[in-house]
């Protein structure tokens, strides 16, 4: 990353002469670098489907999530920097602990991405800190249905039908624009969002890696949890079977 001039990447406060903030654009390449998200808002609720990388054998299964809770009803997914993330996550859970306290009721998760995205955002105005490293996605099954939130390092927000990100978003996205979300039940939209994680994992980069898969929806009574044994069962065998089936096809061809 170039620009006219030098020295302007030191300070998150400081544009360079073309209105480039470099430590924002940094920051995004902390997400970029991460394991792969997909997240789907079906016509009943939203999936989450995250690609774990795991960089030793020595650790143990199910450490270090990406998957969380910010309250009964909303789910939070992260890609990018963990501590980072960390932050947020309890940035977010005061936010919706302080709204409940103050209304008397759960807070809307529009609210939530709003008061989260400004938090975000104040980090990229002063020198003396710096963006955070990850994208925070938010879901939630509401009143007026599911809704899915995402949350740049910028401390842009915006609502999704569906979203991938991570290294290999752009592979997933493509993947995410031939279904039709709309129609589509939650219980098969887990299953697609874990086809699309075993469909865009390299196996030549990153061997190994953990599949977390989470729902909020009609399904669980708009409860934000991590999805049945079964189903996950399920949705893992659909997505190994469908990568078999690719393969055989490329072999044929």
């Known amino acids: 990353m170039s620009s006219i ?43 989450f489907a995250i690609e774990k990388i795991v960089t030793s054998r020595l650790y143990e299964s199910g450490s270090s999530k990406r998957i969380h809770n910010v309250d009964k009803h909303i789910g939070m997914a992260v890609a990018g920097l963990l501590a980072d993330a960390r932050q947020l996550l309890s940035v ?3 936010e919706a602990k302080k709204y409940k306290y103050d209304y008397g009721v759960s807070i809307p998760v529009k609210y939530l991405a709003d008061r989260l995205a400004m938090y975000m955002h104040a980090y990229t105005l002063y020198g003396f800190v710096r963006p955070f490293g990850c994208f ?21 927000t915006y609502n999704y039908f569906g979203i991938a990100v991570g290294k290999a978003q752009q592979t997933a996205k493509t993947e995410i624009e031939k279904l039709k979300l ?31 898969l989470s729902w909020v929806g009609q399904v669980n009574d708009g409860k ?12 893992e065998k659909y997505a190994k079977a469908s990568l078999e089936e690719a393969d055989d096809d490329d072999d044929e061809m």
């Open 182 to 212: 709309t129609d589509l039940k939650l219980e098969d939209g887990i299953k697609e969002a874990a086809k699309i994680i075993y469909q865009v994992h390299d196996e030549v980069k990153d061997r190994m890696f953990e599949l977390e």
């Open 92 to 94: 977010a859970r005061d």
């Open 136 to 156: 925070i996605l938010l879901a939630a099954y509401e009143s007026d249905g599911a809704q899915l939130y995402g949350v740049e390092p910028s401390g842009v």
């Open 5 to 47: 001039g030098s020295g302007y990447d030191l300070s998150a406060s400081q544009f360079s002469p073309d209105g480039r903030v470099f430590q924002v654009e940094y920051a995004n390449k902390a997400v970029e670098a991460s394991g792969t998200i997909v997240a789907l808002r079906c016509k009943d609720g939203v999936a």
């Open 224 to 235: 934000h949890e991590r999805v049945p044994t079964d189903v996950f069962e399920d949705a």
